[in-house]
Nanobody, 124 residues
Framework: QVQVVESGGGLVQTGGSLRLSCAAS????????MGWFRQTPGKEREYVAT????????YYADPVKGRFTISRENAKNTVYLQMSSLKPEDTAVYYC?????????????????WGQGTQVTVSS
């Protein structure tokens, strides 16, 4: 049974920073790409960032480029999302997902295990 558990969400002021963590178990973590997605009420879940199995390739959605950084520690089966210069429009539930493959992907269909999500709220 694969488990994906996010942590680190919370309330932060505009311009502030947060680091989300995602711990994965039950699969050879180092073989899988990992991704972060987010969802706000009434909207579809959207891609935020992805990282390949090795950590050597990372990609970001345009709204977060230059502000967010995805990274991973395979020895700890953990992936991170460092978020800086946060804006109210970053407010969402953030989900971590484990990929079916080793290559990074922005497509939700390429991820087969999802966490329950962690709330990030950015106050103006």
């Amino acid at each position: 049974q694969v488990q994906v558990v996010e942590s680190g969400g919370g309330l932060v002021q505009t311009g502030g920073s947060l680091r989300l963590s995602c711990a994965a178990s039950g699969r050879t973590f180092s073989n899988s790409a990992m991704g972060w997605f987010r969802q706000t009420p009434g909207k579809e879940r959207e891609y935020v960032a992805t990282i390949d199995w090795s950590g050597g390739a990372t990609y970001y959605a345009d709204p977060v480029k230059g502000r967010f950084t995805i990274s991973r520690e395979n020895a700890k089966n953990t992936v991170y999302l460092q978020m800086s210069s946060l804006k109210p429009e970053d407010t969402a539930v953030y989900y971590c997902a484990a990929g079916r493959f080793g290559s990074a992907s922005p497509f939700q269909r390429d991820y087969d295990y999802w966490g329950q999500g962690t709330q990030v709220t950015v106050s103006s």
